[in-house]
Nanobody, 125 residues
Framework: QVQLVESGGGLVQAGGSLRLSCAAS????????MGWFRQAPGKEREFVAAIGWSGGSTYSADSVKGRFTISRDNAKNTVYLQMNSLKPEDTAVYYC??????????????????WGQGTQVTVSS
């Protein structure tokens, strides 16, 4: 069992930056691939970025490439999402998710096993 707690959301002006953190419980954090997803009101949850268990492989949605960076610190059981050049369309609840080891993709919410409660990010124009 893994428990995930996100933090770092808030209100920021367009062009600003935020760094989200996701702290995980348990001693097996380093075995999990991790992902960030977001969900805006009235929309489906969408993939933002993912990172492999070692941090050597990262993936991001086209909409955030060049602006968002995912990273992890296995010694601290934490995954981060650095968000720069924020736009109003980035406004959403951001969720982190953990995926147990196995031959699965990282781009779909259904592929993840554990979820945090979410943190609100609001970007004003």
């Amino acid at each position: 069992q893994v428990q995930l707690v996100e933090s770092g959301g808030g209100l920021v002006q367009a062009g600003g930056s935020l760094r989200l953190s996701c702290a995980a419980s348990g001693r097996t954090f380093s075995r999990y691939a991790m992902g960030w997803f977001r969900q805006a009101p009235g929309k489906e949850r969408e993939f933002v970025a993912a990172i492999g268990w070692s941090g050597g492989s990262t993936y991001s949605a086209d909409s955030v490439k060049g602006r968002f960076t995912i990273s992890r610190d296995n010694a601290k059981n934490t995954v981060y999402l650095q968000m720069n050049s924020l736009k109003p369309e980035d406004t959403a609840v951001y969720y982190c998710a953990a995926q147990m080891p196995g031959p699965r993709g990282l781009g779909r919410a259904a592929e993840y096993d554990y979820w945090g409660q979410g943190t609100q990010v609001t970007v004003s124009s």
